[in-house]
C-alpha cells in the first residue's frame, strides 16, 4: 500500500512554493515591463523613420521648412507636424499640444521634473499628433527641431528614458537620438541647459542630480543592448 503525503507536508511544500514565487515573480514582472518598454520604443523610433522617409518620398523636405536664427512653426503654409501626422493612418493632429505630457512627466531617476524653469520653454507645443491612439509625438522648434515621442501615448510611467524619448529632426531629415554627439551640432534651445547632452553619466543615469537627466537617454536607449533589461 503507498503512502500518501500527510496533511504537514502538503502545507510545507506550498508553503515553499509560495516563498519562492513571492521571490520571483516581482523579477518576473519587472522584467516583462521592461520588454514591453523596449518594444514600443523600437516601434516608435522605427514608425517616426519611415514617416519621415514617406514624406521625403511625396517631395517633402522637412528641415527646409525652417530658417533664420529663431525657427517659426510654419513656411509657405506647411506645418511640420501636419506633414508627418498624415503619414499615420488614423491619427489626430493638432496645432498646439494640448501639454499634458509637460504636466505629467518625470525625469530618468523618478523625480518629478521642475516644469516652472527647466522644460518650461521647451513645452513640446508647436504641434501633436496622437498616431493611431497608441503613440503621442510632440514637436519644439525654437532655434532647432526637437521631435519627443511619448511611446505608449501617456498610459504610463510618462518617464524620461522608460516611455518618453526626444531627437532632433537635422539636415537632410536625418533623425538623431539626443544624447548623441551629433546632436549637440544643433541648438537646444533651453535656457540654461546644454546642447551637449553626450555625457550619459549626467544626461541618462539613475544617480544623476543634472536638471537635464533623461534627455540623453534615447541614444542610449538605441546603442545599449541591455538598456532596457537594466532599467529598476
Given at each position: 500500500?503507498?503512502k500518501?503525503?500527510?496533511?504537514?507536508?502538503?502545507?510545507i511544500?506550498?508553503?515553499?512554493?509560495?516563498i519562492?514565487?513571492?521571490?520571483?515573480l516581482?523579477?518576473?514582472?519587472q522584467?516583462?515591463?521592461n520588454?514591453?518598454?523596449?518594444?514600443?520604443?523600437k516601434?516608435?523610433?522605427?514608425?517616426?523613420q519611415?514617416?519621415?522617409?514617406?514624406?521625403?518620398?511625396?517631395?517633402?523636405?522637412?528641415?527646409?521648412?525652417y530658417?533664420?536664427?529663431?525657427?517659426?512653426s510654419?513656411?509657405?503654409?506647411k506645418?511640420?507636424?501636419e506633414?508627418?501626422?498624415?503619414?499615420?493612418?488614423?491619427?489626430?493632429?493638432e496645432?498646439?499640444?494640448?501639454?499634458?505630457?509637460?504636466?505629467?512627466i518625470?525625469?530618468?531617476s523618478?523625480?518629478?521634473?521642475?516644469?516652472s524653469?527647466?522644460?518650461?520653454?521647451?513645452?513640446?507645443?508647436?504641434?501633436?499628433?496622437?498616431?493611431?491612439?497608441?503613440?503621442?509625438?510632440?514637436f519644439?522648434?525654437?532655434?532647432?527641431i526637437?521631435?519627443?515621442v511619448?511611446?505608449?501615448?501617456?498610459?504610463?510611467?510618462?518617464?524620461?528614458?522608460?516611455?518618453v524619448?526626444?531627437?532632433?529632426l537635422?539636415k537632410?531629415?536625418?533623425?538623431?537620438p539626443?544624447g548623441s554627439?551629433?546632436?549637440?551640432?544643433?541648438?537646444?534651445?533651453?535656457?540654461?541647459?546644454?546642447?551637449?547632452?553626450?555625457?550619459?553619466?549626467?544626461?541618462?543615469?539613475?544617480t544623476?542630480?543634472?536638471?537635464?537627466?533623461g534627455?540623453?537617454c534615447?541614444?542610449a536607449?538605441?546603442?545599449?543592448?541591455?538598456?532596457?533589461?537594466n532599467?529598476?
Open positions: 500500500m503507498n500518501g503525503f500527510t496533511l504537514a507536508e502538503v502545507l511544500t506550498l508553503g515553499v512554493i509560495g519562492v514565487a513571492a521571490m520571483t516581482p523579477v518576473i514582472i522584467d516583462t515591463k520588454k514591453e518598454l523596449e518594444a514600443q520604443f516601434k516608435a523610433y522605427s514608425s517616426l519611415q514617416a519621415i522617409l514617406r514624406a521625403n518620398y511625396e517631395g517633402e523636405d522637412l528641415y527646409g521648412l530658417n533664420g536664427d529663431y525657427i517659426t510654419q513656411q509657405e503654409g506645418h511640420l507636424h506633414i508627418i501626422g498624415k503619414q499615420f493612418v488614423n491619427s489626430k493632429i496645432d498646439e499640444s494640448p501639454n499634458r505630457l509637460i504636466r505629467n518625470k525625469g530618468f523618478g523625480k518629478d521634473v521642475n516644469t524653469t527647466v522644460l518650461v520653454t521647451c513645452a513640446w507645443d508647436d504641434g501633436y499628433i496622437l498616431a493611431a491612439g497608441q503613440m503621442s509625438i510632440y519644439e522648434t525654437v532655434l532647432d526637437y521631435i519627443t511619448d511611446t505608449n501615448g501617456g498610459t504610463g510611467p510618462n518617464r524620461l528614458g522608460y516611455d524619448f526626444m531627437f532632433v537635422g537632410q531629415d536625418k533623425l538623431i539626443m554627439p551629433e546632436s549637440a551640432k544643433y541648438q537646444f534651445g533651453v535656457q540654461g541647459l546644454p546642447n551637449d547632452m553626450s555625457d550619459l553619466d549626467l544626461s541618462c543615469s539613475q544623476s542630480n543634472a536638471q537635464y537627466n534627455l540623453g534615447a541614444y536607449a538605441l546603442t545599449d543592448p541591455d538598456y532596457f533589461k532599467l529598476p
